[in-house]
């Protein structure tokens, strides 16, 4: 199998173009793929195909092997992909994803490639959008969540996927590897959820560690830090634009008039290659 290898600050995929591969089974493929010690190793499987509503279809695979719904930072790097591998002359696109039509575009400047800017949709705030438990349609705003008797003040926001927002005055000081888990399979989100631990710095920049579902602690979260800059806002933290600092690097937020959420950030191949083990 044919297979090339990205991340988006450090959080990484590997995209295998659907229209030529052959996968029987993507969620057993994902767990050998992106094992880092007897596979590529990666957040993430990624497979590009064919779509009837949209430019491309995407679909995305944890590394437990569980699918996700949408992911930011793929969704840059399978923009740059499907451009410079030749599937699309477009520098505008749409992807279908489950949780709805995504729309990347790449930015260039000069005829160089500067950043790719991704439309992220609107922020989804009812608890039965997210999904959490509680009355459907009220939102969870700065309310607390009791895990092994610590409270947290907690935010949650959908972008297509569920996310628990937690301001603290020092995100180094968090154990992430521990209460990462915990919230993510806490009963409040009966499809679990991903988790960010966030410390805003000023009204323009947060830093923020990621717990993802699915994958656990990664390097960066495009949807986490989409969401992290609506529950900011929500909060009175920050403004509506932006730069959010990740262990991986930097991604620039806004929060758009039209209530659509558009982050940029970089999109980098690392190799390509042949994967020889049976799938």
């Not at 052959?22 to 190793?41: L, N, P, S, T």
């Not at 160089?112 to 608890?127: A, H, I, Q, Y």
């Amino acid at each position: 199998m044919q297979f090339t290898k990205w991340h988006g600050q450090g959080n990484d995929f590997v995209i295998v173009n659907g229209f030529q591969e052959k996968i029987e089974d993507y969620a057993q493929a994902a767990v050998k793929i992106c094992d880092r010690h007897f596979g590529i190793g990666a957040d993430g499987l990624v497979i590009v195909g064919p779509s009837q509503v949209a430019d491309f279809r995407m679909r995305i695979f944890n590394s437990d092997g569980s699918e996700a719904e949408m992911c930011g930072n793929v969704t840059r790097c399978v923009a740059r992909y499907v451009y410079e591998y030749g599937l699309t002359d477009k520098t505008k696109i749409t992807l279908e994803t489950l949780a709805g039509p995504i729309k990347p575009e790449l930015i260039f400047e000069n005829g160089v490639l500067r950043t790719v800017r991704v439309d992220m949709g609107e922020p989804r705030l009812k608890r039965a959008q997210i999904p959490m438990i509680g009355e459907p349609d009220s939102e969870a705003i700065n309310v607390p969540l009791i895990v092994n008797d610590k409270t947290y003040d907690i935010t949650c926001v959908s972008m297509g996927n569920p996310h628990c927002i937690i301001f603290v005055d020092d995100v180094d000081e968090i154990n992430l590897a521990a209460v990462g888990p915990l919230i993510e399979n806490h009963p409040t989100f009966p499809r679990k959820t991903n988790v960010e631990f966030v410390q805003v710095l000023n009204d323009h920049e947060m830093r923020m560690r990621v717990w993802e579902r699915g994958a656990g602690i990664t390097l960066a979260c495009g949807t986490g830090a989409s969401a992290t800059l609506v529950a900011a806002v929500l909060n009175g933290k920050t403004g509506r634009v932006a730069t959010i600092h990740l262990d991986g690097g930097d991604l620039v937020l806004e929060w758009g008039n039209d209530n659509h959420v558009y982050m940029s950030g970089p999109a980098v191949e690392v190799f390509r290659g042949e994967y020889l083990l049976s799938l």
